[in-house]
């Protein structure tokens, strides 16, 4: 059962509503939300690109932009080599971008996910030797690459990685970690022992864009800075479709980064969002997480993760927008592969009595492999455990895992390296691939070793204060807006209240969601749940008998219903009012 817990800091919430000019409770979350005072608020209200971080404080930042120089003005040819999925994208387009800006000759290789695999290899190297290339730069992976830039070096291409994974290493007999890094120029990744920069957790886009800011500092280029200044949006994406926290130079660069999206010039994005019926007025990370980016990521999935780098880079409207429409059309098809996964994998899981191990490690060998990491996060968000999907694939089996806060998938996968043929990743998400044989293994070695207790397993959902529905005021509700951009690290603000639910209807083209009706305070509300209204019902019956759900229905019975909710704002031919969200319910 899930675990409620108010978050319980204190401060003088009246006065920084004053101060700050917004509701109290809207001071109460910022303070929440990790601000230790006044000033800290104000930052987290409104902090600028002027705070973000030393891009030179990463680990071998000078070398990686000396190299870069060097290259650019010795007329070298340059590849970037990306990733297929938006984080890979959006980082390929911002070193291809700003380096084209920059005067470099530079083209660019996305891996193919099911013939290559995922970041740099073998083949991708020989075939920019092939090119003449003089050097690779990596982005969103490498640091696992070592012998891939062996090759390189054997081949007389130079490389430069940048990456935001976590460091391969190996364990000598006294349990020091001794980190494997890729022989080349220069290797820029913040999870380098030593390395000095504040902020660990961003991502390959985040990498790639404080690699061009570097640049303009030594190689200083009115169309390098312009492109540059374009790029904000693209590492705002990246940042938020790799679900990054949300915080430090993390939320500022998804705020800035939807202001400009709001208004970009960028002709591709511009045929994206059209394709996708975003106006671009009032966006939000959810836009990005949930909207641009799963069609970004569907080309990765479907066909190939270079097609949407051509679509940002063109400069041709019309046929960005067809371009646009067919990738939307290749999203919707994604979609409908993951309810079909789900459900296989939901079948399972249930029929085969799964849930007595700890960490769910689950064949279904039709799976098209791009969508198993969809899937896993679709059932480890069913089920609070660690999940690996595994598909059948050319060359043996390939899988994607997701993991739950009190478990370190990539320090896990570390312990049973010996059973996989490649994989990487971080801590709550990794890819990886292994001999059939070697399945079974791979559950039972996870398990025996998983470390996880049955209380790590019951989720832990924080909400901000007890607060009841008749409370909330539209002002309210717009200062709560100003938590933008919200999601992994920056939650959205969440409330407690206890209620009657007096009737239920469903809503939506399946019934598949929920309308309540609900009173507190002797006033009647509506909420919206859009969660699974199948649990939902079974949740009350088993509390409150058999047949009862029905009489909920029809308004026959009232029911006592503890809730956690969300508040927004609808706005319906000009007119606002509150629009109440059902999360959580017990």
Not at 299 to 306: D, F, I, K, V
Not at 509 to 524: A, P
Request: proline residues 3%; aromatic residues 8%.
């Amino acid at each position: 059962m899930d675990k409620w817990i108010e978050i319980r800091k204190s401060g003088n919430f009246v006065k920084w509503g004053e101060e700050l000019g917004i509701d109290p409770l809207c001071a109460r979350v910022i303070r929440n939300r990790g601000a230790e005072d006044i000033i800290q608020a104000g930052r987290y209200l409104g902090g600028g690109l002027d705070q973000l971080h030393d891009p030179f404080l990463l680990p071998d930042m000078d070398k990686a932009v000396t190299g870069l120089i060097s290259a650019i003005e010795g007329g070298e040819k340059i590849r970037v080599i990306g990733d297929y999925d938006v984080d890979g994208v959006t980082s390929t387009y911002i070193l291809v971008k700003c380096i084209r800006a920059a005067g470099g000759d530079v083209s660019y290789a996305i891996p193919h996910r099911l013939k290559d695999g995922y970041g740099i290899n073998d083949d991708l190297v020989k075939e920019a030797a092939k090119d003449s290339i003089d050097l690779i730069i990596t982005c969103d992976n490498g640091i696992a690459a070592a012998s891939q830039t062996e090759l390189a070096k054997s081949l007389g291409v130079n490389v430069i990685v940048t990456d935001h994974h976590q460091v391969p290493f190996t364990e000598d007999g006294d349990g020091i970690r001794h980190e494997i890094l890729p022989d080349c120029i220069a290797v820029v990744d913040p999870h380098r022992e030593g390395s000095l920069y504040p902020f660990k957790g961003i991502c390959g886009a985040m990498v790639a864009f404080k690699y061009m800011c570097a640049l303009l500092s030594r190689f200083a280029s009115d169309a390098l800075e312009a492109a540059l200044k374009g790029c904000v949006q693209f590492a705002a994406l990246g940042t938020a479709c790799d679900v990054m926290d949300l915080c430090d130079e993390n939320r500022i660069i998804v705020r800035e980064g939807i202001r400009q999206m709001e208004k970009t010039d960028n002709t591709g994005l511009k045929a994206l969002m059209c394709a996708n019926s975003l106006d671009g007025t009032h966006l939000s990370a959810y836009s990005l997480s949930f909207i641009i980016g799963p069609c970004i990521n569907s080309t990765g999935r479907l066909e190939s993760a270079g097609e949407s780098v051509n679509l940002l880079l063109s400069d041709d409207y019309e046929k960005c927008l067809a371009d646009a429409l067919r990738i939307r059309e290749l999203n919707d098809s994604r979609k409908s592969m993951t309810v079909s996964g789900t459900k296989k994998a939901v079948s399972m899981i249930e029929s085969g009595n799964m849930l007595s191990d700890k960490i769910l490690v689950i064949y279904l060998p039709e799976l098209h492999e791009s969508i198993a990491g969809l899937v896993a996060g679709k059932i480890k968000e069913s089920y609070n455990r660690p999940v690996l999907i595994v598909t059948k694939g050319e060359e043996g089996l390939k899988g994607s895992a997701r993991s739950i806060p009190a478990y370190n998938m990539f320090e896990k996968m570390s312990e049973v390296k010996h059973l996989f043929t490649k994989f990487g990743g971080h801590a709550m998400a990794a890819g990886f691939s292994l001999k059939e044989e070697n399945l079974e293994k791979l559950g039972e070695e996870l398990n025996e070793n998983a470390g996880l207790s049955d209380d790590d397993l019951n989720r832990e959902v924080r909400f901000d204060a007890s607060v009841p529905l008749e409370y909330a005021t539209v002002k309210l509700v717009k200062d709560l807006e100003k938590l933008e951009p919200v999601g992994a690290g920056n939650p959205g603000a969440l409330f407690a209240a206890k209620v009657t639910l007096a009737r239920v209807t469903r809503m939506g083209k399946e019934k598949q969601y929920g309308s309540l009706t609900v009173i507190s305070g002797n006033k009647n509300f509506r909420i919206t749940y859009f969660g699974d209204m199948g649990a939902f019902d079974r949740y009350i019956e088993s509390k409150y008998g058999a047949g009862i759900i029905q009489k909920v229905y029809s308004g026959e019975q009232k029911i006592d219903l503890d809730i956690l909710y969300e508040l927004n704002i609808n706005n319906y031919k000009g007119n606002e009012r509150i629009d109440y969200r059902l999360r959580f319910y017990r």
